[in-house]
């Protein structure tokens, strides 16, 4: 993928999701707009946890056996698959032997 087929995908989110305007997107780089995407995505869950939360409280009175915010948010909650889990994880180690030869590197200069 170019970097122009990139910004295209990314215009909804960044204008529609983030609201941010034009001259605001440009001035990020890639690893800012993604720290925002994740920050958006994670305060959508933190939303839905919290009116899953009150939908429950709603409800429960109303039925034999109470329902539990955990099963309301069930449908919303990917479940992620062996594979998806390994990589993640040889990400993270990678991403974190790259940061810490970044920071032996700093300070051998010093």
């Known amino acids: 993928m170019s970097m122009v087929e990139w910004c295209h995908q990314v ?8 609201r941010l305007k034009p001259w605001e997107f440009d001035r990020l780089s890639i ?31 109303h039925l034999k056996k109470p329902v539990k915010p955990a099963a309301l ?3 919303f909650e990917k479940k992620k698959t062996k594979r998806e889990i390994i990589e993640e994880r040889k990400a993270f180690f990678s991403n974190f ?11 051998r200069k010093k």
């Open 11 to 18: 215009r909804v989110p960044a204008f529609g999701f983030l």
């Open 73 to 75: 948010m069930k449908p």
């Open 31 to 61: 690893f800012e707009f993604f720290d925002m995407i994740m920050a958006w995505q994670e305060a959508k869950t933190a939303e839905r946890w919290e009116r899953a939360y009150w939908v429950a409280n709603i409800m429960s009175p």
């Open 97 to 107: 032997e790259q940061e810490r030869e970044e920071v032996e590197k700093c300070q």
